[in-house]
């Protein structure tokens, strides 16, 4: 019997976790645009045929009673600056509320296509941009919503409705504001549908004039943190990264200056109070960005900083997770962060088969890894493609002995090291294979031997290569004896059928040796083990 010794490497890895906001993701641009260049056509249809609709005049300078003609001209001048006349904020409202309707619509549309059960829709806040991050959460995802689209008519019916009610939300807050310029409100739900654009349509116009909106917003609007963290994402989209890392930090730096004002009036203004009053959620999002700035510019020492920080403020035992996540995702190595990336990578490549194409990658990162328990991790990794996939049985029984033999040298790097039984068990399990691939061939010496070396080890199926052991030395009732029971002692290994081949030689073995009491004990446990078997 062969044992399996695939590794799940969805479940062995300890890459990092998945992330709060995602980011911008390497594919190929070209293709997807050409899928998606009629839907964009449609997704403007029915928006005012592309014209752009002209702000009406200004109203001539009436001048009231009692006023002179130079001060009312003035004011009107001033008006101008600050405000439209009240019919205009009307009118202006409704097609912003009209482009919110469309904007919600497209969400829930686009929620139904991904399997999502709700969208939130709400303006300015950490939530707000928590949901919309996730709402574009995956590119990937959208490229294989593309595929099944192309089978679907459903879903791309469903992707057609949606990306058209955004276009035609898009349109219909910039109707809005030209003709009430001063909307800031407006001004935010037209940044939030060029970003979401950006993401659904993989270009990069949109972010940037979701940019140009939410710089112009910052400057009227200092004190609104989550502004700078809208823009830290847009950046963080188009791969600016040090941009980026400014924006969120300014986030948190307005976040802290403006706490005092959420001290309710009846409470003393205290440290205390101070504290409570602090949006802990906004403090963690921002830092938790940061932490993502530093690393995409492979800044190591800063980003474990700043994640340090965001342990302090982590809302959720969820949160606490996905930052410890990163913090051991960026310690793999040492803080050697291209070599976590590339570990990512060939990961990859090994859950999408690329077997060969990941063992040449793990092969040429060893040397560039700066730890030893690194470097034994991605040996394991790699003779385990080569004994499993690429038939390369020797090379990695090699690798697999020298990792084994490395960290058995150092007890206490044995006990630090979560992967270190996984080592054990692949090894015990590439031996124990081995030794049955030679005894098919009937090579009994070179067998023996690898049942031999699979039995020095504590794997997890150890019991069966005493077995296999005892079975060879059948012709040696005493040392065949001592096998067998040694492989009763991890019964709990065994299945049925070896249990009782197990008693059968013990019994055997006692008989020839003479002990007929202690045989006769074994025979009633065989037999009660034949009678148990269906």
Known sequence: MRLNTKLSHKKNQTARFTRLAPLSLTIHRQAVLAILASLLLCSCAGTNSGKTAKAPKGPRVEIPAGVDTSVAIAANKMARQLFVEYPLQVKAKQYADSAVVRFERSERLWNILEGKLDSTSKVDTVASIEQFNIAGRSLRQAVELDKQAANSSDAANLRKQSLKALGTARTAFELSLQLNP???????????????LAKRFLDEKHYLKAIGVLEHLTRLEKDQHALYARLGDCYMALKKYPTALQNFQKAEEVLAATTIFN???????????????????????????????????????????????????????????????????????????????KRDTLLSWVDASKYNDAAKGFRKLLPDLRTSRARREIGWRLASLEFNYLQREDDALRTMQTVVRATGSDSLAARQDSLYQKYIDSYGAMCFNQGQKMLAARKFTTALTYFNQSAQLEWNYRAKSFLELAKLAVNDPPRAETLAKESL???????????LAATELITQALKRQGKFDEARQYFERYRKLAQQRP
């Open 182 to 196: 001063f909307d800031q409100n407006a001004k935010l739900w037209l940044a939030r549908t060029y970003q979401l």
């Open 489 to 499: 002692k991890y019964s709990q290994q065994l299945e049925a059928r070896e249990e």
């Open 263 to 341: 001290v309710p009036p009846n409470r003393e203004l205290s440290a205390a109070s101070v504290a409570a009053a602090t949006d802990s959620a906004a403090r963690f999002l921002y830092l938790y960005y940061q932490g993502e700035a530093h690393i995409k510019q492979l800044d190591a020492s800063s980003a474990l900083a700043v994640l340090q920080r965001a342990k302090n403020f982590a809302p959720t035992p969820q949160n606490l997770a996905a930052v410890e996540a990163n913090i051991t995702w960026i310690n793999w190595d040492d803080g050697n962060i291209p070599a976590s990336e």
